[in-house]
Nanobody, 124 residues
């Protein structure tokens, strides 16, 4: 059974940093793309970032460009999201997701596996 487990969320002041991790078990994702999404209260789930199977190509939602960095460690079957210069509007539940394709995507329907989410709260 494939499971994705996020960690690293928490409460941080505006301007601070957090690093989210997502470890997969039950299957190796070294040849597949990963993504991060988030859902804020009262809003639809939105794309945050995606990384391809090699780790050399990534794509970000405009509001996080230059502040967030997605990376992966295939040996650990893990994807990360480094979040710097956090803003109160970044407050959300963050979800990692994995594709059955090596190519990055911003579409949530393109992802076959999802984690349970981790809460990130940024205070002003």
């Amino acid at each position: 059974q494939v499971q994705l487990a996020e960690s690293g969320g928490g409460l941080v002041q505006a301007g601070g940093s957090l690093r989210l991790s997502c470890a997969a078990s039950g299957r190796t994702f070294s040849n597949y793309a990963w993504g991060w999404f988030r859902r804020s209260p009262g809003k639809e789930r939105e794309f945050v970032a995606s990384i391809n199977w090699t780790g050399f190509s990534s794509f970000y939602e405009d509001s996080v460009k230059g502040r967030f960095t997605i990376s992966r460690d295939n040996a650990k079957n893990t994807v990360y999201l480094q979040m710097n210069s956090l803003k109160p509007e970044d407050t959300a539940v963050y979800y990692c997701a994995a594709r059955n394709s090596p190519v990055i995507s911003r579409g949530s329907s393109d992802y076959a596996y999802w984690g349970q989410g981790t809460q990130v709260t940024v205070s002003s």
